[in-house]
């Protein structure tokens, strides 16, 4: 499927989705581009779209389809923190998943302190800009779909964790630098 969409910022999807709130063959396309984004700002959006598209399907009739709710595999999450997965393709044929190919899902990323950060990514905190980026790339690249294919599941689940421990502690290392000049 073609992606008309896909050359526009997150803030530029944002301000389309405002716009044409009311034009589903372009929250069709929005929805199906985000599906593709996985930062926070696109999944909030992703789900937005989603809530728009299904009360302009139950205002012309269509029968609503409800997310479903995916019960925790942690033992440690309560089942009132079950998570509740958007229905991204609502519509669309899809051939059941066998339970084996079924992904445990990824715990929460916990917070970290700054000293954290700098360790996971094998950077003193007097490094400069170019090797943390350096180094944040080098581990996040380790979780290239490509790259973690042929792994098994919990393998893979375990790699994609660290890639975005990595991203976390960039992020809060970006933010303290920031907040320091």
């Known amino acids: ?12 999807l944002e301000e389309l989705f405002v716009r044409e709130k009311a034009n589903k ?12 984004r996985q930062v926070p700002r696109a999944v909030a959006l992703l789900g937005k779209v989603q809530r728009v598209l299904n009360d302009l399907d139950s205002l012309e009739g269509s029968p609503r389809i409800s ?12 089942s009132q923190e079950s998570k509740v997965i958007p229905d991204l393709f609502s519509g669309a044929v899809m ?26 990514l ?5 490094a400069s800009w170019e090797s943390i980026e ?16 042929d792994k098994d599941p919990a393998e893979r689940n375990r790699i994609v964790f660290e890639a975005k421990r990595a991203n976390t502690a960039y992020a809060l290392i970006q933010k303290l630098r920031v907040t320091l000049r």
């Open 67 to 78: 997310p479903p709710v995916i019960a925790p595999t942690d033992p440690a999450v309560s």
């Open 25 to 36: 063959k372009l929250l069709l396309q929005l929805r199906e581009e985000l599906t593709h």
């Open 95 to 120: 051939a059941p998943v066998a339970p084996e190919e079924v992904q445990p899902q990824v715990s929460a990323i916990p917070a970290m302190s700054a000293t954290e950060a700098y360790r996971l």
């Open 134 to 149: 350096t180094a944040r790339r080098n581990l996040v690249q380790k979780a290239y779909p490509s790259k973690v294919q």
């Open 1 to 12: 499927m073609s992606r008309p969409l896909i050359q526009q910022r997150i803030g530029q």
């Open 122 to 126: 094998g950077v003193s905190a007097g």
